[in-house]
């Protein structure tokens, strides 16, 4: 059907809500708006879906949601009597329609005859990843658009790991997502039906008290909590998300006193009133910590995103002044602190390994190789760093020590298999304290990594191209990078290209040899100089995200370099 059948079909449909009934009039007077809506199903990908809210298939509504559940729904029945009875834990974070979306899940699972267990409040990502492992589901929900403005939700699926589902059961879900044609005909329990329905189970403090209890194995040294905790000074932002829900708990039962919650920020608001967007990695969502830093004349300032799988920090300066330090510093200075502290109690195995992403930081990797420990790269995206922990513990070939991506995402222990912005703020807070016993702020513990490792530097261009145009741009620039394929970067040559799409790894002589990992749309250029640069398309967002990253022998060296290198990218994307 044509995207304006599609959208006669819904303005015909009895069921459809009045809120969105407006919207469907409204969008009569725009053609333009009325297309993007219909104009193809919202994307169903290996993380689930993210979109705008409103009516249409290329929205976020009830509908869609019904669809996505409906396509997973059919995969636990095609999986099995077992994977029925074990069923599916559901949680949602503060956003525009979360709670609603939840329980539209749930009525969907139920009819199936499949159990769903469903937070009775707003809870962080990490969290649902762990309350599939503790409730033995088979498989989770997470309703969260993450970061993304305050017009966005959308729908997170994981696997019984814990983990965002891996390719192979991702794509089965999403064969059955596309098989079912009208999601406004999907069959739901009504609201009457699903109050007394055993099939739905509300669930919370429970599980809250068996994640805060492992969150208290995050914390290496106990000892130096207790005599630093009650002078670390600590400012801490949820964003108007879930982060609070458990971060103030966490934070207080590892023994850290003196700090203190943006409080215009501790408010879940779907609206995000005091930011331009809630996200840990711009430097403008820090303002109103930085405001209340300065007040309490704060050591460490930290905020998550709203759904509390990222974080980001912001260090005192020398000045009194405070600088937001990127996901790759932030890796850093975690992976030194857990190895030398393990390293110092004689705890850090033999075997221990860390994982990042192909796009992290290679400062991360110079520092597991003095502690002679084992750095695994892996494709973007968490749930490869979870199958990694899987693997890991099914063989005990490594221990995991440590998982991070360059874009704030950083795991500590495993009984969570996703980014886990709680552990992540215990864990900086122990490493603040560290330095602060040696007089010193994280920022000097940076500079001191910085003239031991060498002067790492990164950088990531987000170019977003929204809509149907902006699709088919992003697919141009993937294409004409593919076809000409560039030997140099702001004149210093390519020495290799590894094209993780087609598998090959191509050296500047023309030899070629065989990648192993999945297939991904990106592509990776090393340079003779040891920089780098990669380029993909996001998977959640409507971005084609270009990375940099370089080492010298000063900072100001690696900047010029950045600079150069950021030139050169625009320069091929014109």
Known sequence: MSWEQVYEQWMKEETIPENLKKELNELKENSEKCEDAFYAPLEFGTAGMRGILG??????????????????????????IEAKRRGVAIAYDSRHMSPEFAMEAAKTLAKHGIPAFVFESLRPTPELSFAVRHLNAFSGIMITASHNPAAYNGYKVYGADGGQMPPADADAVTRYVREVENPLKVEVLTDEEA????????IGEEVDAAYLKEVKTVTINQELINEMGKE?????????????????????QAGFEKFVLVPEQAIADPDFTTVKSPNPEEHSAFEYAIRLGEKEDADLLIATDPDADRLGAAVRLPNGTYQVLTGNQLGSIM???ILEAHKQAGTLPENAVVLKSIVSSELATAITAKYNTKMVDVLTGFKFIAEKIEQYEEDDSQTFMFGFEESYGYLVKSFVRD????????????VAAFYKKQGKTLYDGLQDIFKEYGYFEEKTISVTLSGIEGSEKIKTLMKKFREEAPTSFAAINVAQTEDFKELTRTFADGKVEVLTTPPSDVLKYFLEDGSWIAIRPSGTEPKIKFYLATKAASQTEADQKIKNFEEAVNALTK
């Open 55 to 80: 009516a249409g298939i290329n929205r976020m509504n009830i509908f869609t949601i019904r669809q996505a559940t409906e396509g997973l729904a059919r995969f636990i029945d095609a999986e099995g």
């Open 195 to 202: 109050k007394d329905n055993a099939l739905i189970s509300i």
């Open 232 to 252: 670390l000074k600590l400012v801490y932002t949820p964003l108007h998300g879930t982060g609070k829900m458990l971060g103030e708990k966490a934070l207080k």
């Open 335 to 337: 992976i030194q602190y």
């Open 419 to 430: 980014k886990d912005a709680i552990q992540a703020l215990v864990l900086l807070a122990e």
